[in-house]
């Protein structure tokens, strides 16, 4: 099962990937919550790959190492199915980028773990909630911190615990925090309001914020920091975490605000210069949100040369085609404001937009 990130045609961009595991049970929240936070401003927009268990028997071999009992043993097989079939199916038929996590919940959680401790994973960040580590007599604990003592243990790891018994989770904690070296990303979370069936949503939501911790970042906070440079620098520190950082509609629709409460509007040019060098690939997104406070202020002249910078890139975005169609509408060009608008409308259709996007655009 396949979910993608909201204007996901509507450009070349390429998304990181969560691949979810036990996805027959998880993926129909996962996908939703992943999409809602994005459209937030609180997480990089990602695709969403669930891989669903054929039944109990099928979830319970493909999740779990061989042992004496035959109804376990197939993760090694599970895996090199991801590695060698999936991931680069995904690959190929998507436009995803080299940032790849595997969540999973449970058995899913435990084989989430075994996959990152295989060298030659797709994976490199991992989301085990409630993982069932009291498989195997615990040994997965062991296994783990063996690997830290070793060093070979480098990706982001997020694993947590409800309100459960014997689940043999503390064990791993335990291997964190006595072996992991201080530069690896980790973090463990309890949960003892919650039961082993409800953890799962709230897991997974801390688990995402773990990915792109400080992602959301509104207008006030922007005033706080101080001048744009101060911003700018801010964001470019959200550039460095897994699924790195640029700018969606609502962080340049903050941004914007931010320029006019701030007063730094006569800056908007050496502004945009600096989104130009730091966030290249922003420019556009960034321009048609100052743009839209221009010309709400009235300095349509100034807007249209800030659309007009960005055309290039512009003339494929329906938001760019409805500031330039306002420009028009505002000097008095009915004709040539409705044809744009129109080609706006065109445009959110041909890219998919969901209707909240084509309704604003309206």
């Not at 995803?96 to 990152?116: D, E, H, I, P, R």
């Not at 800030?306 to 169609?325: C, D, F």
């Amino acid at each position: 099962m396949v979910s993608l990130p909201e204007r996901y045609y509507a450009s070349d961009r390429h998304f990181p990937t969560l691949y979810i595991i036990d996805a027959d049970f998880q993926f129909q929240h996962v996908s939703a919550l992943v999409k809602h936070l994005a459209r937030m401003g609180k997480l990089p927009p990602m695709i969403v790959v669930g891989v669903a268990n054929q039944g109990d028997d099928d979830y319970l071999y493909t999740t779990t190492w061989a042992t004496e009992d035959k109804a376990f043993g197939g993760a090694a097989e599970f895996h090199r199915y991801l590695t060698n079939e999936l991931v680069p199916l995904i690959d190929k038929e998507f436009k995803s980028n080299s940032q790849k996590a595997l969540a999973g919940y449970s058995l899913g959680g435990l084989f989430t773990l075994y996959s990152m401790m295989q060298q030659d994973s797709p994976f490199n960040a991992y989301l085990a909630m409630s993982p069932s580590a009291w498989f195997d007599d615990y040994s997965v604990a062991s296994k783990i911190e063996s690997l830290l003592q070793q060093n070979k243990l480098s990706s982001p790891l997020f694993f947590s615990v409800a309100r459960e018994e014997d689940m043999g989770v503390d064990k791993i904690a335990a291997a964190f925090e006595s072996s992991a070296d201080k530069s690896l990303q980790w973090q463990f979370k309890s949960y003892p309001t919650e039961n082993h069936f409800t953890t799962a949503l709230p897991a997974l939501y801390d688990g995402l914020q773990f990915l792109a911790p400080n992602y959301a970042t509104d207008g006030t906070d922007m005033l706080e920091m101080g001048d744009y440079k101060a911003v700018i620098k801010h964001f470019q520190t959200l550039q460095k975490q897994w699924a790195g950082f640029q700018f969606e509609w609502l962080q340049a629709y903050q941004f914007a605000k931010y320029i006019f409460w701030s007063k730094q509007v006569d800056n908007v040019d050496e502004i945009l210069k600096a989104i130009s060098t730091s966030f290249p690939e922003s420019l556009t997104i960034v321009s048609i949100e100052v743009a839209k406070g221009l010309l709400k202020k009235g300095d349509n002249q100034h807007a249209k040369t800030v659309l007009e910078n960005v055309r290039i890139e512009g003339e494929a975005n329906p938001n760019w085609h409805k500031q330039l169609s306002l420009y028009y509408k505002a000097e008095g060009d009915e004709k040539q404001a409705q044809q744009l608008f129109e080609t706006a409308l065109e445009l959110a259709e041909k890219y998919q937009f969901d209707g909240w996007e084509i309704w604003e655009l309206k």
